[in-house]
């Protein structure tokens, strides 16, 4: 996998909204935070457009990730917020220039789309907090900035009493479970085998989180890996006649056939402590009694 450059201070970061609406004044704390890591932030031209729930038409939204994309003195591209949208524009997206000169490509959530089809040109990608939520917890927002200026990232979670104990080593792949499924059979899908995926999801009622991950399973994705992580399964909803099981358990059973080491409640995701995950970056993960640590290679 090919590794971006990793900032100095003087570098240019633009901000997108490939997705989800969003307000100058929403992004005021972020930019100032940016600014004290002694970047210059650069706004899409279409940044605050506003086409129902998106931020500005599929066009709109696409120019201004292909404007970033594109230019060389743009050294960092991070999308302002989550939602719904990215799927629908990046087929429109041309990676020819991005290819020669690789930047960092930072979010999450709706976001998986894109670290999932940029894992395909193999180019990692940062799955981290966004402007939106830069304030809501330093650690998180603490984690993207080392990442961005090359500092090592290593993590220790403590033990879920459904972890499965193991040694793994494999690039890390994945994101958004919905996004994850909703990829599956396109061009943006990813191949799971020998690598190690994580996932986290939010909002979703139980029956459908067990509906994705059968699909996974059917389509191959969870018999090959090296490991499992899994992050925030957050605000998860029942129907009238319940389930049956947590989130948690929908995963592990659906897993239980195979031997690799399992790490539940890793802080990433749709949560505060959403610490920053390389992506397409070679891990190595032990999940022992009490503990489990990820750690990156550099």
Known sequence: MTTPAYLKKGDRIGIVASARKISEEELQEAVAILKTWGLEVVFGNNLFKSEHQ???????????LQRMLDDKSIKAVISARGGYGTVRIIDKIDFTEFRKYPKWIIGYSDITVLHSH?????IETLHATMPINFTKNAEATDTLRKALFGEKLSYGVESHPLNRKGDARGELVGGNLSLLY?????????????????????????????????????????????????????????????????????IIDAVKEYDY?????????????NLTLIMGREIEMKVIEGTASIDFKY
């Open 54 to 64: 998106f931020s500005g038409t599929d066009e709109e939204r696409a120019a201004d």
């Open 261 to 273: 080491p399992v790490c539940f409640n890793f802080p990433a995701g749709h949560i505060d402590r």
């Open 182 to 250: 909703a990829l599956n059979g396109s061009i943006s899908d990813i191949d799971t085998a020998g690598k190690i995926l994580f996932i986290e999801d939010l909002d979703e009622y139980l029956y459908h989180v067990d509906r994705m991950m059968i699909n996974l399973k059917r389509s191959a994705k969870l018999d090959k890996l090296a490991g499992l992580i899994v992050g925030g399964m957050s605000d998860m909803k029942d129907n009238l006649v319940p389930f049956g099981k947590t989130a948690e358990e929908i």
């Open 118 to 122: 940029i894992h395909n040109l193999g």
